[in-house]
């Protein structure tokens, strides 16, 4: 009996230890992400019969936050619209 106590505990132990350096590491990433230089975003692409029409920001840092980099992201979705044909 106390064989089995000996190991459920070590386990419950080697869990918390898992969850913990989950933890630290997703801090680590987390300030890595949030306190690069870069400007950095993260989007899902919205397709119409398989050709791209549209961006949807999820996830951006401060760096990509700045006004210049909005103006930027602005010039990039209008790459996305189809130019206008000319009639001959």
């Keep these: 009996m106390l064989k089995i106590v000996a190991v459920r505990a070590c386990a419950e132990l080697e869990r918390l230890d898992a969850e913990h350096a989950l933890r630290?590491?997703?801090m680590h990433y987390r300030s890595l992400f949030d306190n690069m230089?870069?400007?950095f975003a993260y989007c899902l692409m919205l397709f119409e019969q398989g050709q791209p029409q549209d961006f949807i920001f999820l996830r951006v840092n401060k760096a990509f936050e700045t006004p210049a980099i909005l103006i930027l992201a602005k010039v990039v979705r209008a790459g996305l619209e189809p130019a206008p044909t000319q009639a001959i």
């Design 24 to 26: 630290d590491s997703e």
């Design 37 to 39: 230089l870069n400007g």
